[in-house]
């Protein structure tokens, strides 16, 4: 069955995904309407993208019979609205990460998603990306040994306006939500779940964290070192230190192109891929394959993984404190 897109939210990630689109197959999927706050704005983003389709109001594109699977770019906090929305009109989701504020909210997602039987998934674009699948599947072979410790680094210079999506409140602005959610990421792919984190934070005048670091500790004296940063320029570099060689997985890691490994005896390896535009279309095909299967769930990301993934971003943001005016 072929399936008819939507895009909810137009701002800057939609765009990407707009563009991406072209890549997957038109056999498979069409990208046939959008929704915006503005109707200027939906008219603007459908003719730039060739959609045929636009609306003025979120709940007109829900209504649309004509669409069997949203793609929802919203600001986090209203991400399990639209989605229950969604999922409730009878439409598959596609949400942009993090799928939801915290795990409560998510949990309250996946009981209507599965009432309505119904697929969901959370939009980690990285856990597609070819230099990702081809680490986590060397790593996974056992041959450069076990992991020793990794890093993930993620930040740039954010010009501050208090009521953007990145540092109001109550849009769940701040680092952590929006870019520390990809190093949190690497480390749940890579090593699980901690068995501890330890945590430091600053904050933004208006409440929500501009840098946040983050210790999580496994088994066996294993650290990866996560950091997010709103205030400046980092290398965006990802480290993996195995027992037999290193990764380094090149800026930007998370939408990689190339990575780099140099084993103990000193031979240093350079592995490329072909990447067309950001990969997000990788994305819009792996759902185009899972609804049309039996098992309508991710079997590469699935909703436990997200599951565990907020629950690993709740526990950072109860040690340094962070909690948004709406979850009070």
């Not at 450069?144 to 501050?160: R, V």
């Not at 480390?187 to 501009?210: M, W």
């Not at 070192?225 to 990764?247: G, Y």
């Not at 299967?293 to 109860?318: C, F, K, P, T, Y």
């Amino acid at each position: 069955m072929k399936l008819r897109w939507g895009i909810i939210g137009l701002g800057k990630i939609a765009g990407h995904f707009a563009r991406d689109f072209i890549h997957a197959s038109s056999d498979q999927n069409e990208l046939v309407a959008v929704a915006s706050r503005s109707l200027d704005k939906a008219r603007a983003f459908a003719q730039n993208h060739h959609i045929t389709e636009y609306y003025g109001t979120y709940e007109d594109l829900l209504g649309d019979p004509n669409v069997d699977i949203l793609y929802i770019a919203t600001p986090h906090n209203s991400h399990k609205k639209y989605t229950i929305e969604a999922l409730n009109a009878g439409k598959h989701v596609l949400c942009e990460k993090p799928m939801a504020v915290n795990k409560a909210e998510l949990k309250e997602m996946i009981d209507v998603t599965r009432k309505n039987k119904v697929f969901l998934m959370e939009a980690l674009w990285t856990r597609w990306n070819p230099v990702m699948l081809e680490v986590l599947q060397l790593i996974r072979s056992g041959k450069l040994g076990s992991i020793i410790k990794a890093e993930a680094d993620f930040g740039f210079k954010a010009h501050f306006d208090p009521e953007s999506r990145l540092f109001n409140p109550q849009l769940a602005g701040g680092a952590l939500l929006d870019i520390g959610i990809y190093p949190l990421f690497l480390s749940y792919l890579l090593l699980g779940e901690p068995n501890s984190i330890s945590t430091k934070a600053e904050f933004s005048t208006t409440g929500v964290d501009v840098e946040t670091s983050v210790e999580l500790n496994y088994a066996h004296n294993v650290k990866f070192q996560a950091t997010c940063t709103l205030l400046a320029e980092t290398d965006t570099v990802a480290r993996i230190t195995c027992e037999k060689a290193k990764i380094v997985i090149k800026a930007r890691w998370h939408e990689a192109e190339s990575y780099q490994i140099t084993y103990a005896d000193g031979k240093i390896e350079e592995h490329s891929v072909e990447l067309q535009n950001r990969g997000y279309y990788q994305e819009v095909k792996h759902c185009y394959e899972r609804v049309n299967s039996a098992n309508a769930e991710s079997d590469m990301w699935s909703l436990r993984n997200s599951l565990a993934l907020v629950g690993i971003l709740d526990q950072v943001r109860a040690k340094i404190g962070l909690v948004y005016p709406f979850e009070k």
